[in-house]
């Protein structure tokens, strides 16, 4: 047996052990090429199956409807901050809804290219709720409503889809997808860096309407519009190859687990055993999210003092626990538990709080 750790990073995290394995056996002769998947061509008849066989599960799994295109792209999340801007906003406002750091960064970009109305904010108490629909101030006449649906940093997940009427909706959903099923014909634009959900960093999967990629605009450069990569397959240029390929197993291995639905369940479960655990010991863990705005994702709480919550961190080293430091940000301890993460991953954290708190109370 390989030497594996319960993996709770927040991303880059845990990948599917048989995804690792499949990408190992591969490693040097792929389907009997004699070279890597990072040795073949981007413009080869095997890549052309990996990218899209990846395009197809995406559509498979997340239902998407013929109308849109799935897209491979490089930059992370973090380049479509300003794609969306620089394709949509042009000096019209746009409406944001401000859950986190990411959102944060979001509206910074936006703000380059045109006017962002804060349409709902959890600022105020350091991010520990979602905004409610009834509460979201929304321009009627905005190019497009932006949200984060999940707040990897803060704990915090939307549970619901926004209503926009007829302004295009746009999600950043880099720490949720795949987690549930979603409709995603209520959406103009998803987008998600593939390292919590999907797949290794590097790669970011975009699904669009083919509405809003015809309505992007034209004088930005090639590469920043939607609709070079959409008439190119993702092979405008050479995209990142290896990350499609091992996204490609992750999606491979989602679909064989039982798909969205099986995440989910899984999801339900996992989020079940943590705040379970949390309210149950509700005098030495505090969770940071309101409980109606918790995330099924990563689960942040604080101990009773900096100091035990190092212990924390180091204890759950000893017992081969990684990656449970909280961000600066809400300090603490963050329990991320993506779509790889085992359900006896978080037993063993669970495990780990009643132990802790038995020897520390
Ligand atoms: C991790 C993360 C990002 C940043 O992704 P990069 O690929 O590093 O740019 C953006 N949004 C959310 C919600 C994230 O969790």
Same mark, same amino acid.
């Given at each position: 047996m390989v030497h594996r750790i319960h993996n709770f990073n927040p991303g880059p995290c845990a990948l599917p052990l048989p995804v690792l394995e499949?990408?190992?056996?591969?490693?040097? *002769?792929?389907?009997?090429?004699?070279?890597?998947?990072?040795?073949?061509?981007?413009?080869?008849?095997?890549? =052309?199956?990996?990218?899209? =066989?990846?395009g197809l599960l995406m559509k498979d799994l997340l239902g998407v409807p013929e109308s849109y295109h799935v897209l491979f792209l490089g930059g992370g999340a973090s380049t479509q901050f300003y794609f969306i801007p620089m394709n949509f906003l042009g000096g019209g406002t746009a409406d944001y809804v401000n859950t986190g750091s990411w959102s944060k960064k979001a509206i910074k970009e936006a703000g380059l290219y045109g006017t962002v109305n804060i349409a709902g904010t959890s600022e105020e108490t350091n991010f520990n709720f979602i905004p409610k629909q009834e509460g979201l101030k929304l321009t009627a006449d905005a190019k497009y409503v932006h949200y984060t649906s999940n707040n990897t940093i803060f704990g915090t997940e939307f549970h619901y889809v926004p209503e926009t009427g007829n302004v295009p909706l746009i999600c950043d959903m880099s720490s949720d997808i795949m987690s549930r099923p979603v409709d995603v014909s209520k959406f103009g634009l998803i987008y998600a860096g593939a390292q919590k959900n999907l797949g290794p960093s590097g790669v970011t999967a975009v699904v669009v309407s083919d509405e809003l990629?015809?309505?992007?605009a034209e004088d930005i450069p090639t590469m920043t519009q939607?609709?070079?990569?959409?008439?190119?397959?993702?092979?405008f240029n050479t995209p990142p190859c290896w990350n499609i390929y091992i996204l490609k197993l992750f999606l491979e291995w989602v679909k064989d687990e039982g798909g969205l639905a099986e995440m989910n369940a899984r999801a339900q479960k996992k989020a079940d055993l943590i705040y379970g655990a949390i309210d149950?010991?509700?005098?030495?863990?505090?969770?940071?999210?309101?409980? *109606?705005?918790?995330?099924?994702?990563n689960a942040t709480f604080n101990l009773p003092t900096e100091e035990m919550e190092k212990q924390f961190v180091a204890e759950a080293a000893k017992e081969g626990?990684?990656?449970?430091?909280?961000?600066?940000?809400?300090?603490?301890?963050?329990?991320?538990?993506?779509?790889?993460?085992?359900?006896?991953?978080v037993k063993a954290v669970v495990d780990l709080m009643e132990d802790f708190r038995g020897k520390n109370k």
């Open positions: 499949k990408a190992a056996a591969e490693m040097f *002769d792929y389907k009997g090429t004699g070279m890597s998947v990072m040795e073949v061509s981007h413009r080869s008849a095997e890549f =052309d199956e990996i990218i899209n =066989d990846a990629i015809e309505a992007g939607y609709r070079t990569h959409a008439g190119k397959n993702s092979l149950e010991m509700g005098n030495f863990y505090k969770g940071h999210a309101e409980v *109606d705005s918790r995330s099924r994702m626990l990684g990656g449970v430091k909280g961000h600066r940000s809400v300090g603490g301890i963050r329990i991320s538990m993506y779509n790889a993460t085992a359900i006896e991953s």
